[in-house]
């Protein structure tokens, strides 16, 4: 059974960090990349952050080019993101995907919310 199941989400100040966690489970991590999007309310679902396997190349949305890095853990099967210097604007809801050819996978959502 595939699962991505996403945690590290609440409500922080402006200027301050959180690091999300995506742990899988049900498919070859390894093969798959792996992505963070957002979807804020009234807003349509962006991408955030990518990073690739094999390699570990990375790429990022301007708005938080500088702010956030993505990474994956392959013995724990685990994608991060950290998000440093957080804006209000960087308050949503962030899901983690994981892509491979013709399958796409996605958690359930963990809500950010950052005050002003």
């Known amino acids: 059974q595939v699962q991505l199941v996403e945690s590290g989400g609440g409500l922080v100040q402006a200027g301050g960090s959180l690091r999300l966690s995506c742990a899988v489970s049900g498919f070859t991590f390894s093969n798959y990349d792996m992505r963070w999007y957002r979807q804020a309310t009234g807003k349509e679902r962006e991408l955030v952050a990518t990073i690739t396997s094999p390699g570990g190349i990375t790429n990022y949305a301007d708005s938080v080019k500088g702010r956030f890095t993505i990474s994956r853990d392959h013995p724990r099967n685990t994608v991060y993101l950290q998000m440093n210097s957080l804006k209000p604007e960087d308050t949503a809801v962030y899901y983690c995907?994981?892509?491979?050819?013709?399958?796409?996978?996605w958690g359930q959502g963990t809500q950010v919310t950052v005050s002003s």
């Open positions: 995907n994981a892509r491979w050819r013709v399958s796409n996978y």
